[in-house]
């Protein structure tokens, strides 16, 4: 008897236009078989120095350090920009200056590379995000392999943050060639 009494309870909720108790929230385990991601808690990131004061001259700041680089300099070059961003950007820089700092055939070449930024454009279709267009030159001081090429054009997307107190920063640096 106290199951019909429910039941007829519970119809009388949903017939009368009472909303029903609220859902349970899924579990995290739930949310990742749906969505084939766990989230993980971020942490919270700091940068070494200021900002810029506007987005494109952080992305311009960011570029012309990120291409411009000996075989001597690079791994602390992409060590100090690592510090100076944040998220997916600080991540590929730490990784560069990790395979850079052991790389012998880069040393052993003297090869460097240089370049300036041509361009540093709004994505329209994003927030936050920058087309940079770059032209760069690799040399090598001891290796042929590196001689008589021409100058060639580069495009990568960056993505910036505002950085309460800090100004301006990148998050995220994706060379597209």
Known sequence: M?????????????????????????????RAQNTHELAAPHPRQTVSRPGAATPEQAVLRFATAYINWTADTVAGDMNELASASIGQARSALQLAAAQTAGDYELKRGGIANSGTVEAVAALPSSRNQYVVVTRESTTAS????????????????????????????????????
């Open 2 to 30: 106290p199951l019909i009494a429910t039941c007829v309870s519970l119809s009388a909720c949903a017939v009368l236009g009472r909303p029903p108790g609220p859902r349970p929230q899924p579990s995290p385990v739930a």
């Open 142 to 177: 001891a290796d042929a392999a590196y001689q008589g090429l021409r100058a060639a054009w580069h495009v990568a997307i960056a993505t910036v943050v505002s950085v309460p107190g800090r100004g301006w920063v990148l998050s995220g640096w994706q060379p597209q060639s």
